[in-house]
């Protein structure tokens, strides 16, 4: 099986094609343009695997998007390119409309053209696997409510709109014209190769050089975090063993306010990194509460039982597991992150606008 991945030098991206070249016998085309948060690092090890390959290409560039699919012919698309940080949404949105509305139209109608003219055989084996996020589905109100795969869709942000959008494409090309799309939605991910934007490598980072770690209002918003490699094992079990025009809701089962996370984050660095930058006694008193960010939802929680029943897949990191795991990787792969904050990033507060 050759698996066509977008996105595959990012976060989440470049967990799936780990996991597709170390855990199984399948070949893996990584798709990337690789933006800023783009990284062949993250792949250690790749380019000397004869099932992968490598084509930096923009999913904006159609003409590029259909000769992959005719140089490749890969039996599955899992589609995870997408501009995902909120902040940067809220002050520059024409790029996540350009990539995650326009982008998908272009994967969704290449594929849609490869597909029609693939033999029978293999095009009813043929797969188009959308990655998504929960926050399509907005704020959860009540303290028990868990998204589930037939919430209403309400996004908040910018980024959220512009998923919510790939989604409603997804399934339109699904239902109008056909193709065999899979659509599964995601709760808050961290671990290792994490780019520092995010809050969890943001604090470690910031930490680690004495500088503030900025906390959006009170801290008390409410995440489901989900540790990255538990979703790559996720997203490749639905993209062999998902049914066609299903959704499937993929999340940690591990509810934590901002707040605690980064308290949790120091709490580590006390114990695993204990020689700290000069001025800092403790780690937690970097801690400063900042305007929140416009727009800002409160908790979002995932209901993950429908993966679970169907297709039996189940976390295998606890919160506490998987965040010393990454706090450990960052600890022990700093040449990683130096050449990260050696370029564009430099462990800046965005999202202010408003």
Not at 91 to 102: D, H, L, R
Request: charged share 25%; aromatic share 10%.
């Amino acid at each position: 099986m050759k698996i066509l991945v977008t996105g595959g030098a990012g976060f989440i991206g470049s967990a799936v094609v780990r996991h597709i070249i170390n855990d199984t016998n399948n070949e893996v085309v990584n798709l990337d343009c690789l933006t800023y948060a783009g990284n062949l690092e993250s792949i250690p090890g790749a380019t000397e695997c004869e099932r992968y390959s490598f084509e930096q290409v923009d999913i904006c560039d159609k003409e590029e998007v259909l000769r992959v699919f005719e140089q490749h012919k890969p039996d599955a698309v899992m589609h995870l390119a997408a501009e995902s940080h909120v902040d940067r949404s809220i002050e520059g949105p024409g790029a996540f409309i350009q990539t995650n509305v326009i982008g998908t139209f272009n994967m969704l109608d290449a594929a849609r053209g490869y597909w029609n003219a693939l033999p029978a055989e293999q095009k009813k084996s043929f797969r188009f696997h959308h990655i998504s996020t929960d926050e399509v589905y907005g704020d959860l109100e009540g303290t028990d409510d868990l998204f589930t795969e037939t919430t209403s869709y309400a996004p908040s942000s910018p980024y959220s709109a512009s998923k919510a959008s790939s989604d409603h494409l997804v399934r339109a090309w699904g239902r109008t014209y056909g193709l065999p799309v899979i659509v599964t939605n995601c709760s808050n991910n961290y671990g290792p190769y994490h780019f520092p934007e995010k809050l969890i490598p943001h604090m470690i980072l910031n930490a680690l050089h004495g500088k503030p770690l900025p906390v959006y209002g009170d801290g008390m918003q409410i995440r489901d975090w989900l540790f990255v490699e538990d979703h790559a094992r996720a997203l490749y079990k639905v993209v062999t063993e998902g049914v066609i025009g299903e959704t499937y809701n993929i999340g940690g089962h591990n509810e934590q306010s901002n707040l605690h996370v980064v308290k949790t984050v120091c709490a580590l660095l006390e114990d695993l990194a204990p020689e700290k930058p000069e001025g800092v006694a403790k780690y937690k008193d970097l801690i400063t509460f900042v305007k929140d960010r416009p727009g800002h939802d409160v908790r979002y929680a995932i209901d993950a039982s429908k993966i679970e029943k169907e297709l039996g897949w189940t976390p295998e990191e606890t919160f506490e597991s998987g965040l010393k795991k990454t706090v450990e990787w960052y600890l022990n792969n700093t040449s990683w992150w130096q050449n990260v904050l050696s370029g564009e990033y430099k462990l800046g507060r965005l999202g202010q606008a408003g």
